[in-house]
């Protein structure tokens, strides 16, 4: 590449980055302004932290941020161990209707979430889990095994047979061989299926807001949502919760980018 085309892939990407950060930036420093300070009536701008203030102590804004994380954790840890069961099946075995299979799979997570918002609401009726912890990680688990599932079918798929085969000569079981040799190697993959499943359950809204009543098992979205008065909405609170819902989802990024985009890349790479 020439250095002209060089710079300008550069200024380019520079320019991007900007971009995506430029809303990100704004919503921090918005969040720290006073309610008058956001919409221009005061001719002085002071920074303060009072919607900070305002969020945990009044609104007890730690609730619904330990309950998604409770939910989000839930989630990850039971969908991920079914994942990579599956996937390691679809990968590695023959049998008829596998593709077919996989993609049976993948289009349960493409349906209308809304359209089964109803029965499932019922169902979770009669088994009294509305409003509890298994009531929305059970709905979550059906959405997002399926993509960790398509994702970690396709890193197996790109990992040499040999690895289990010789374990398997050497008297393991296919079990153990996945256990002690794939999984290990497919680490990158496990990360990005497990980081993507946190994120669906931390960041999903429908079946939070549907089957949950009280404060005491609000996620954060739902509690955001519901900030609206019947007057006005609080969008310094509203900006402050933003914040603090975005900052572990970016740190959890941040520690394990690089084993993302390993396992997000690895299945476009023909092993």
């Known amino acids: 590449m020439s250095p002209t085309l060089r710079a300008l892939a550069v200024a380019v990407a520079a320019a991007l980055v900007l971009a995506m950060l430029f809303p990100i930036a704004w919503m921090v ?26 969020l945990f102590d009044e609104r007890g804004f730690l609730v619904p941020v330990r309950n998604s994380l409770v939910v989000a954790a839930l989630t990850t840890a039971v969908t991920m161990p079914v994942a ?13 209707g596998r593709g077919a299979l996989l993609a049976l799979v993948l289009s349960v997570a493409m349906f209308p979430q809304i359209s089964i918002v109803p029965p499932l609401y019922l169902m979770l009726r009669a088994l009294r889990l509305l409003d509890t912890f298994p009531g929305l990680v059970l709905p979550y688990v059906t959405f997002a095994a399926p993509l960790a599932i398509w994702l970690l079918s396709g890193f197996f798929r790109q990992l040499p047979p040999d690895l289990e085969e010789a374990a398997m000569i050497d008297g393991a079981s296919r079990v153990r061989a996945l256990r002690d040799v794939v999984v290990p190697v497919a680490a990158p993959g496990l990360a990005s299926g497990a980081i993507l499943t ?74």
Do not use: M
């Open 198 to 271: 946190f994120l669906y359950a931390w960041n999903e809204f429908l079946f939070a807001l549907s089957f949950t009543s009280g404060p005491e098992r609000q996620t954060v979205p739902v509690a955001i949502a519901l900030f609206r008065g019947r007057y006005q909405v609080p969008w310094g609170q509203v900006l402050a919760a933003t914040v603090v819902a975005t900052i572990p989802v970016a740190l959890l990024v941040l520690a394990f980018q690089r084993r993302i985009v390993a396992g997000l890349t690895a299945g476009a790479v023909k092993g």
């Open 84 to 96: 990579v069961l599956c996937a390691y099946a679809l990968a590695r075995l023959r049998f008829p």
């Open 29 to 54: 420093v918005a969040s720290l302004q006073g309610e008058a300070d956001l919409f221009g009536s005061t001719a002085t701008r002071t920074l303060s932290l009072e919607h900070y203030r305002a």
